[in-house]
């Protein structure tokens, strides 16, 4: 059976792979942080702790999206029982 050895250390066992360049990496290179190589991908302009921006952004359009929609279906059920209540 073929087994996978680190890319940096010959004689250790690779645990996973790089999730960046895709080379065997053993526990000593794997960075948990971001499943990249620590010595070769593991600085290269990948930021594993960026910023929520995008996500709290895509959020409040969600949670302003469903006020609009509540406050319709209020308005709506509002008027259908000014209509119910009219006859
Ligand atoms: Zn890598
Ligand atoms: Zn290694």
Not at 15 to 43: A, F, M, V
Request: aromatic residues 10%; charged residues 15%; glycine residues 10%.
């Amino acid at each position: 059976m073929d087994v996978y050895r680190c890319m940096n250390h010959p004689e250790a066992p690779a645990i996973g792979q790089c999730r960046r360049c895709g080379k065997p990496i053993c526990n000593d290179c794997y960075n948990l942080d971001n499943g990249c190589c620590r010595y070769r991908c593991g600085e290269i302009g990948y930021a594993p702790h960026t910023p929520h921006r995008p996500k709290s952004a895509f959020w409040s359009v969600i949670v302003s999206l469903l006020a609009i929609l509540g406050g319709l279906a209020v308005l709506l059920l509002a008027i259908c029982g000014a209509m119910l209540f009219s006859y």
